[in-house]
């Protein structure tokens, strides 16, 4: 009996040792987040240039219209802004995108961090990677493998809200005030797209985009997202993701003040441009390559973190979750062979047990010596 307890305490001490070798060369290293996915081929997008805003909120009333949203005012200002059309505080259940406005101090010139103000859209970015996708347990968050456009499907959703805590840009929001609660987001008018019969048969849309089809001839059919398309300036710009980031690059490396056409509606199309000096930019684009990249771009003459942009990592939210989910399933198979190992041991010493002579079957009795 104590032959086969050593062995047994010999081999467990082995087994673990083995097993415990490789949790803990994966526990001194960092989880790795997972290799970061690519845009979809044929991604369409926004860029939004910020030194051209106006602030005319003609997006907002543009967005609540082709949505059939209603018009907001929060409590606190109800009484004494009675009359306003809208007065939306930030992007909500009812309100899909915002127009919010950056101050400091004097407020004395537009896009200037020091003494100034500035214009910031807020909406969906349709990240490349979407963590509302990632966390959503019904598949209700879904992103279009050709054009890229992050939906939502209601009659799949089940309210667990997951999708709201996940978002890095604080996007979904969830409609508490309505009888049977819903998520809302902005899904890039992927209703009005839909109109377009290259919306309608991918095949058709990745032709056409292969091909380089001209915008104006790719979207002539059907209207283009509502923000882009009642955008004075130009400063809401709609087209493919490759195109938008070639024009934003573009601007960049234009001086400051110097006279520019602005596309407006959508870029290639055939809508007057907009002359207008160009602005001092932020050399960051961001959108780029924030969580993981999205399909919007964002110019601005003021740092995009005093704008109320965050501030991310260049991987996703989902990326290192299921890169640490990995790790750990990965590492769970050293504890099961452990398990496993002695187990066998187990059963192998209880078997020798029994077949020590002189030790009395099961149901005998000892002899008395």
Known sequence: MDLSRRHF??????????????????????????????????????LYDSTQCIGCKACVAACKDANGKPVEQPQHLAQWNEGTWDTAEDISGKTLNVIRVYQHGTMAEKDREIDGYAFVKRHCLHCVDPSCISVCPVSAMQKNPITGIVTHDPDACIGCRYCVYGCPFNVPHYQFDEPFGRIA????????????????????????????????????????????????????????????????????????????????????????GQAAPVGHYQPHIYGEKESGG???????????????????????????????????????IAPLALFGGLVVLARRSAKQHEEEPGDPKPGEKERPS
């Open 185 to 272: 987001k902005c899904q890039l008018c992927n209703h009005i797209l839909a109109e377009n019969p290259l919306f309608s048969d991918s095949e058709n849309l990745t032709v056409a985009a292969q091909a380089r089809t001209s915008a104006t001839e790719l979207w002539k059919r059907s209207r283009i997202p509502a923000c882009c398309d009642v955008c004075p300036t130009g400063a809401s710009l709609f087209g493919w993701v490759d195109e938008l980031q070639a024009e934003a690059e573009r601007r960049q490396a234009l001086k400051p003040g110097e006279l520019y056409e602005f596309p407006r509606g959508l870029l290639g199309g055939d809508r007057p």
């Open 9 to 46: 305490l010999r081999g467990a001490v082995t087994a673990a040792a083995t097993a415990a070798a490789a949790p803990i060369a994966e526990a001194a290293a960092p989880f790795a987040p997972r290799e970061p996915k690519a845009l979809p081929p044929k991604a369409i997008g926004m």
């Open 294 to 332: 999205t399909q919007v771009r964002y110019l601005t003459g003021v740092p995009h973190e005093k704008l109320g942009l965050p501030t991310l990592p260049d991987h996703s939210f989902a990326a290192v979750s299921e890169g640490m989910q990995h790790t750990l399933y990965k590492g769970m």
